[in-house]
């Protein structure tokens, strides 16, 4: 019974079908087996798959000495004998072997004291940070991210506190998941915002490319699942999720280093100026359902103030990292 579900989950895993839930579950599976039968099974794919995409010859033999150089480069890591060629003609790619060797063995041959990794984004500051896997991503001001030493090894987990904007390297081999707050944000390859600030009531995630689910962290439930130009709100108290149309590279904009105020509220602009500036504000006689529309792009923080004065008069005082704002 066991060998009948590996097998369908490999077949999935070769044709790029497999969702997350699978994916670990078939690590557990193949973790859990013999090198001999896991062997017999990838050859079963092998002589019995009639989807399996042909290859010619020229490209199975330099698929085949890709892949004898990394197993003997590496003949402490790679145990596994069996006919790599086969695999490697199923796979296509090989430095998708590499990764699938790694896959299939990542429990078996623990990663003793995996370090972990924080990268942080200060107050009034934008960083890009390229990871080990080829993803690119972009921190907000107040944010920061978290990953260990064996990321795009054993997995490519990421912690998330703040805003970040995502461009995921594409890996049918292992899922990119950012975990912020309670919820886990699942994706092969995609770009994606995230804004899940300590002081903001909702996590939200706009989807400019592919796709992406929301799930709970406890118990993995899925929460929404986005297409393109879609942002998902969720609450973090009740974990109520509610899934709307938005231009996402508007919400994104801001790694572009622009700052778009686009008709909200006083206390939410100056929340987002915070933020942007680096600074404390403290607002007297705060209009509270007045909303603005600004667009900021090198704008210093005293022309800012002189662009709201033209809009609300205002008067205003500039005290190092403190400002206060007095509405008249």
Known sequence: MKNNILRKLLHK??????TGEELNRLRSIVNGISDETFKNELDFIWNNEDCVI?????????????????IDSNTTTVRMVFNWWRVAAIIMMPIILISLSLFFMDNRKEIV??????????????????????????????????????????????????????????????????????????????????????DDLDIKVSLERGKVE???????KLLATLMPNEQAAVNKVNMVTTVAGCDASTESIWYHNVLKINNIYTGEMIKRLERWYGVNITVQNMPVSKKYGLTIKDESLREMLELINIVTPIS???EGEEVIIKYK
């Open 13 to 18: 895993y070769f044709h790029d079908e497999l």
């Open 316 to 318: 205003y005082r500039i």
């Open 113 to 198: 004291n995996a370090q972990e990794y924080t990268i942080l984004s200060g107050k009034g500051q934008k960083n890009q940070v390229l990871l080990p896997d080829g993803t690119h991503v972009w921190l907000n001001s107040g944010s920061e991210i978290i990953y260990t030493s064996d990321f795009n090894l054993t997995n490519r987990n990421i912690k998330l506190k703040g805003e970040a904007f995502f461009d995921v390297k594409k890996s049918s081999f292992l899922p990119f998941n950012v975990e912020v707050d309670s919820i886990n944000i699942q994706v092969l390859g995609t770009t994606f915002n995230v804004s899940a600030y300590d």
């Open 214 to 220: 929301i799930r709970k962290h406890r118990d993995n």
């Open 54 to 70: 042909p290859m010619d010859s020229f490209t199975k033999s330099d698929i085949l000495r890709s892949v004898h150089n990394v």
